[in-house]
């Protein structure tokens, strides 16, 4: 079994001031470092406060359900202050495993923050007593003085802490952060080669307001973006850390300014990295010259959230574009690099006519034969408190341990047998607000919709399963020869 | 290229999307087809165990084919 990784210097392994522990589940696990919690310890380092970061990725042990585990790191740290990094899949371990903290005495102080605790912040400070402070927003500025200066912090936007009756106070989120004046992560700092991809921040917020989404809770709708030249520069950096090539820009919608993207490509191209990128983009921030300069500066994949099968469904969510923008787009994009087709499916308002609609779009995408292929995704709508959508329909919400929910795909079943499945079920069942993404939404025809999907998503595999048996041949001959 | 069933292509591309898949079913292979729901034969079984094991082994192509749909299966964990 290996281990959690930790970050630092010698010094501040041992005893650092603040520990952070980044409680990040996603299937890609160990690839990308963590960058939230990493740009947290830059800044905490630029006011001269040791930090630890744990990255919990490469835990075999450490998943939404291992409340001792958590509980063990806790217990173990020795630092003054510990933070945690969620998002909103973790907060019923985070919780289930400081109520089983309750009696312990000389813990340290406890701090959380991160996409994960949206919405959800005076709920959390009343069922998590042990939890001192929610910070919702960017968290560079505001850490260091929270760990410094607690009551100074308190009254800051975005701080949720306890006021003298002991009643959560705090409001908003905090002040966007002005990305050029952050001190660098240190990407030497690194453990050496676990990770293979580098994440690549150049802008935070999004301007767009769909519905399913909590960014705009999280963040606002004002994009801040940082020097094209001052984040080519931390790529560079980060590629010769980790040593690869490979880099996934985490930018909610990279393509939102055309000027912007044109001129990153053309310095990717005149210093040449040789990187493969991939990034997030919508139908109508895209366009033919765009997708010319990604591709030739190594873009090899782009994420487009369609989200909907007709333009009811698309209305309903905010998306403001059309089914025919989206396929124009897609299809254009399929010429240039590989493209991932994402749908969401089970809104409380999507008719059977939907989502037969939207199966039949994703049908059309994959079946597709233009230079790459189209990747279609179907995912089940995930309740995320702070979102419009959760707002409107957080009466519907259904707990229903058979079915496998998103972002927990496979969790719920997967992990009945552990040992800790019925305590976590409890934190879960007991408040949707704190499990939101345990849930679902209720929606018309729920178990035929699901049959469908299982039944796409199983001819996705086999698709998948021969594009891999293809190429582990070839380079079995290749090995051989 | 040999015959290979719609099982063991369907089994080994939700292997590669999903590590816990992955794990499972080197720990407990019949539980790991029980949770697909795939009724493979012994000798599909050895079929997919031994691309398991390529997979595993990480060979140049493979890899770059693994992450990229790694990659994609991740979208929902950043959202």
Not at chain 1, 362 to 390: C, D, E, R
Request: charge should be negative; proline fraction near 6%; charged fraction near 20%.
């Amino acid at each position: 079994m290996s281990s959690s990784l930790s970050m630092g210097t010698d010094s501040q392994l041992t005893r650092p001031e603040v520990d952070l522990i980044s409680l990040r589940f996603g299937r890609l696990r160990g690839a990308m470092p963590p960058l939230g919690p990493l740009s947290l310890k830059a800044s905490l380092g630029a006011a001269g406060i040791s930090c630890r970061v744990t990255d919990v990725q490469f835990d075999t042990n450490m998943n939404a359900f291992s409340i001792e585990s958590l509980a063990n790191w806790i217990r173990g740290s020795r630092a003054s202050t510990i933070g945690f990094s969620v998002f909103n899949d973790a907060i019923p371990l985070v919780i289930a495993a400081l109520d089983s903290l309750h009696g312990d005495r000389d813990l340290p102080r406890m701090l959380i923050g991160g996409p994960g605790v949206v919405g959800i912040a005076p709920r959390l400070l009343m069922r998590a007593p042990l939890i001192e402070m929610v910070v919702v927003g960017e968290g560079e500025s505001v850490l260091p003085v929270a760990v410094r200066e607690p009551q100074r912090a308190a009254v800051l936007p975005g701080v949720f802490s306890r006021g003298r009756d002991g009643i959560a106070v705090g409001t908003g989120r905090t002040r966007r952060e002005q990305l050029d004046t952050l001190p660098p992560v240190d990407w030497w700092s690194l453990p050496e080669h676990p990770y293979t991809i580098v994440p690549w921040s150049t802008m935070r917020g999004c301007p767009f307001s769909c519905e399913f989404c909590e960014i705009i809770a999280f963040m606002g709708r004002k994009v801040v973006a940082r020097d094209v030249m001052a984040a080519i520069d931390d790529l560079e950096r980060a590629t010769t850390a980790l040593a690869t090539t490979q880099v996934a820009v985490l930018d909610d919608t990279f393509t939102i300014n055309k000027r912007r993207v044109l001129g990153l490509c053309a310095e990717i191209q005149r210093r040449k990295l040789r990187i493969s990128f991939e990034i997030f983009s919508r139908a109508d921030t895209i366009d033919r010259e765009m997708m010319e300069n990604l591709s030739a500066a190594g873009c090899s994949r782009v994420f487009f959230g369609v989200d909907a099968g007709d333009d009811a469904v698309l209305n309903l969510i905010d998306k403001r574009i059309t089914i025919e923008q989206m396929e124009r787009t897609l299809f254009q994009a399929a010429e240039f690099f590989q493209v991932t087709a994402s749908f969401i499916w089970g809104y409380p308002f999507e008719s059977h006519g939907s989502f037969q609609r939207m199966l039949e779009l994703a049908n059309q995408f994959h079946k597709h034969k233009g230079t790459f292929p189209i990747w279609p995704q179907l995912h089940l709508v995930s309740p995320s408190a702070g979102t419009p959508l959760f707002e409107k329909f957080r009466s519907t919400l259904i707990l229903d341990p058979a079915v496998e929910t998103l972002p927990m795909a496979g969790v719920l079943s997967a992990n009945s047998f552990r040992r800790s499945f019925s305590t976590i079920l409890d934190v879960v069942s007991l408040d949707p607000l704190l499990a939101a993404p345990f849930y679902r939404y209720e929606t018309p025809m729920f178990e035929q919709k699901r049959a469908a999907v299982e039944d796409f998503n199983r001819s996705l595999d086999v698709s998948l399963g021969e594009l891999l048996i293809q190429e582990l041949t070839i380079g079995e001959e290749y090995a051989t020869n | 290229m040999q015959q290979i069933s719609k099982g063991v292509k369907e089994a080994l591309g939700r292997i590669a999307v999903d590590p816990t898949m992955m794990e499972l079913f080197i720990c407990d292979p019949d539980r790991m087809l029980s949770e697909m729901n795939l009724d493979l034969s012994p000798s599909e079984i050895v079929c997919l165990t031994s691309y398991v094991s390529l997979l595993k082994s990480g060979r140049p192509a493979v890899e770059a084919a693994l992450s990229r749909a790694l990659r994609s299966a991740d979208r929902m964990a950043q959202r």
